[in-house]
């Protein structure tokens, strides 16, 4: 079967968008954060939701949003579509391009994006894969910058945790917006190197730094933001037990968190695993920006809706 020779702008990964349009989105949302008014940029428009795992943030996020850019959201649930199971994944491709006119995947293996992205006429958002979360990352950063200042030239992030999926978009987010970044993890969780070479040249370009090391604490020490994500991701659940002891001293609490600067904010993704990477104590008090950051999915993935449906 033949790929469609591609005219179409995807947003699979932070690698994606360039830094100019990275500033140009968080700009948007920005005002879109602001200005609540009634949109009509999507009117007559359909966003398909494709998951194969479960989510309450990014499926919630990219309903309301459609709707409030006056547009029509269809999800399909994991025991629905079946990708690559039930029909091909370049058939799946191909039939939602004639009905919708964006589609966010989730999915369990980064390739299937990967390849749905080549048969799709019309714009693929990843909505979460293994390798990268670049939904997450923009919400992320957003909520950065919204906290911390626009300019991120000297503002330190620690991501304490797993290299995983929610790491990966934030370094190249962090990378591409010229802040420092600090990734502890325990020795055989770090990011893929691939992320980190995409992260080094574009940190390189910004003036941020990407360092990557093993003690917590080193990654704390002075940081303006504090962010974890779970040990055991979704998909992972067979090596929970393996995963509780290698992360064992990762857990973002009240003594690793008095190492950073007494201004500094605490980040995660969400679902939480309470009392595993992070205590109730540190996401309920009054550095948690969490919950900000949760409701920044809806702001930032408005302003990503506008600008593919845009460009279409
Ligand atoms: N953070 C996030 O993507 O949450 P969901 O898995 O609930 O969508
Ligand atoms: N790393 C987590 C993120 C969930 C939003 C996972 O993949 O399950």
Known sequence: MTAVASRVRHFVSIADVEADELWTLLDLAARLKTDRSPRRDLAGRSVALVFEKPSLRTRLSFDVGTAQLGGHCVYLSPAEVGLGRRESVSDVARVVGRMADVVVLRVNAHETIEEFARYSEVPVVNGLSDLSHPCQGLADIFTIRERKGPDLHGVTIAYVGDGNNV?????LCAAKTG??????????????????QLADAAARASGGR??????????????????TDVWTSMGQEQEYERRRRAFHGYQVNAQLLAGAKSDAIVLHDLPAHRGEEITDEILDGPQSAVFDQAE??????????????ARR
């Open 179 to 196: 802040a420092t970044l600090r990734v502890a993890t325990p020795p055989g969780y770090e990011p893929l190197a691939r992320f980190r």
């Open 167 to 171: 790491a990966h978009s934030l370094m």
């Open 296 to 309: 920044n999915r809806l702001h930032t993935e408005k302003a990503l809706l506008c600008w593919l449906g």
């Open 210 to 227: 990407i360092e990557c090391g093993t003690d917590p604490r080193w990654a704390v020490d002075g940081a303006d933001v504090v962010y």
